[in-house]
């Protein structure tokens, strides 16, 4: 006997896919602190709903401006 449980998800859409934005600037500190968690922490492709290809750039871009001071390292 078997029990079939459907469970509608809603997909989450890339926001950069879906506003069409082709390369993310560090210097966009508003966008970018979206995508970290409250310890300051880059939030993982599952939880954020980022396609592959801009999670990767996305990460990069949050490095780069953590190094020039515009974003801090770790929250208190």
Do not use: W
Not at 22 to 34: M, N, P, Q, S
Not at 56 to 68: D, G, T, V, W
Request: a positive charge.
């Amino acid at each position: 006997m078997e029990i079939k449980t459907t469970t509608t998800k809603k997909q989450k859409r890339c926001y950069f896919c879906v506003e069409g934005i082709a390369h993310i600037d560090y210097k966009d500190v508003g966008t970018l602190r979206r995508y970290l968690s409250s310890f300051a922490k880059i939030v993982p492709r599952k939880r954020s709903g980022v396609c592959m290809t801009h999670q990767r750039e996305l990460s990069n871009a949050i490095k780069r401006a953590r190094i020039m001071a515009l974003i801090p390292f770790v929250q208190k």
